[in-house]
């Protein structure tokens, strides 16, 4: 089939070499305008936009979908269909409607599970044992089209969202050039998703990334990791933002005058422990304001933390 295909982000690069390397053409790709990122804050192209230019490929980078610009080049373009992967804008009918088998989207998760733009944050923070990725429809409602296929992934103890994103970026570009093989030759037909098991997954904020010491281990474990590498989980220590990587949970005390309070630190040459409502966990990576990730013994050491210490006191 001939292909326009949609995407911006760095997770969104296995599913377009995939398809460079399928039988199906890419004749141009659709992306977000070029954005400042990385420490300078420079203006520069997304991932699939650089891809796509060493690819020799058009890029298109409207402001919006539904610039009639860009829908007048799109027709002139004359998609069989357009797959897309972490585009970040919606697209309105009047651009689902130019190909003539539509938009297909692969989306993180097991659909109707975790409709929404941070599926597999999500999928972490809920301790689910297990999510995926999906193709499906593109339509008007958030993540309601019909389903093509299916994958399924193991979500393990110590992933983070980054690296269950990573995974899942790469199974499910082979799901992707699958799907596309199905509708091209006809022997693949979506199916209406469930009405039951829905579950939404909206952008994780800052503000939604801030630990609550007065939770259980695991649950502040799950947030950390959901939260890792964006937006990046945090505590305060004497009103100031402590950013945090993932944790370890630690031993049931022995006796209850070793338990901590949560929120109480217990700091020794090799380790810092918190205490939370259940077992204390153990901190990996720490990063004050204004410096680099370092391990939390070597924070405490150089800042003097000493234990008894009171994370998440203050605002």
């Not at 509708?183 to 939404?200: F, H, K, M, N, Y």
């Amino acid at each position: 089939m001939r292909l326009v295909f949609a995407g911006t982000p760095e997770v969104a690069v296995p599913s377009l070499r995939a398809l460079l390397a399928s039988a199906h053409e890419v004749v141009a790709v659709v992306t977000r305008p070029p954005a400042r990122a990385g420490r300078g804050r420079q203006v520069a192209d997304s991932p699939v936009a650089r891809l796509a230019r060493e690819a020799g490929l058009e890029v298109l980078t409207p402001a919006r979908p539904s610039d009639p610009d860009f829908q007048a080049r799109l027709t002139e373009l004359a998609p069989d269909c357009c797959p897309v992967v972490a585009y970040g804008a919606l697209v309105p009918q009047s651009a689902l409607d130019i190909p003539r088998h539509g938009w297909v989207n692969l989306h993180f998760s097991l659909l109707p599970a975790w409709r929404g733009a941070a599926p597999v944050q999500h999928a972490i923070m809920a301790g689910d044992p297990v999510t995926g990725a999906s193709t499906f429809r593109l339509e008007a409602g958030l993540d309601t089209g019909p389903v093509y296929g299916l994958m399924t992934e193991t979500i393990y103890a110590d992933d983070t969202s980054g690296t269950l994103l990573s995974r899942l970026a790469e199974a499910g570009a082979g799901l992707l050039v699958a799907t596309l093989d199905g509708i091209a030759d006809g022997t693949l037909e979506a199916r209406p998703q469930s009405e039951e098991g829905v579950s939404l997954a909206p952008k994780v904020e800052v503000a939604d990334a801030r630990v609550d010491w007065h939770q259980p281990a695991t649950r502040i474990d799950r947030l950390v990791r959901g939260c890792t590498p964006a937006p990046g989980a945090w505590t305060t220590l004497d009103g100031a933002r402590l950013k945090l990587g993932p944790v370890a949970l630690g031993p049931r005390p022995e006796a209850p005058d070793d338990a901590l309070a949560p929120g109480e630190l217990a700091v020794t040459k090799h380790e810092v422990r918190v205490g939370t409502t259940t077992v204390p966990v153990v901190l990996g990576d720490v990063q004050p304001p204004g410096k680099r990730p370092m391990p939390a013994a070597d924070w405490a050491r150089g800042a003097r933390v000493a234990s008894g210490t009171r994370l998440g006191e203050n605002a």
